[in-house]
């Protein structure tokens, strides 16, 4: 499985991004997804995840509301859409696949990440 993350950039505080993944794989179905981020100096963490069929989501805490996690089997895409972006959301965003199951917080039941991409929110 190869992963590919877009859609990161430079935004204003309140302003929305739309992260993308895209997702090789003839099975993408059956693959739980998630996004983690990762701010300078600081440790990777989940921020959504969302399962094969995408009926059950997750959100890290604080995040609901402001994030939303959906995926589009027939495409093989995942995306995060951000809005009401704080600076406190500045990191690297990665996309990640789950092929098994498991907690969807835990950064080692995941098999296969995308090299990440930047959102920078300004004050």
């Known amino acids: 499985v190869q992963l590919q993350a877009s859609g990161g950039g430079l935004v204003q505080a309140g302003g929305s991004l739309r992260l993308s993944c895209a997702a090789s794989?003839?099975?993408?179905?059956?693959?739980?997804m998630g996004w983690f981020r990762q701010a300078p100096g600081k440790e990777r963490v989940l921020v959504a995840a969302?399962?094969?069929?995408?009926?059950?989501?997750y959100y890290a805490g604080g995040l609901k509301g402001r994030f939303t996690i959906s995926r589009d089997n027939a495409k093989n895409m995942v995306y995060l859409q951000m809005n009401s972006l704080k600076p406190e959301d500045t990191a690297v965003y990665y996309c990640a696949c789950r092929l098994y199951s498991g907690s969807v917080s835990l950064l080692n039941n995941y098999n296969y990440w995308g090299q990440g991409t930047q959102v920078t929110v300004s004050s």
């Open positions: 794989g003839r099975t993408f179905s059956t693959y739980g």
């Open positions: 969302i399962s094969g069929s995408g009926d059950v989501t």
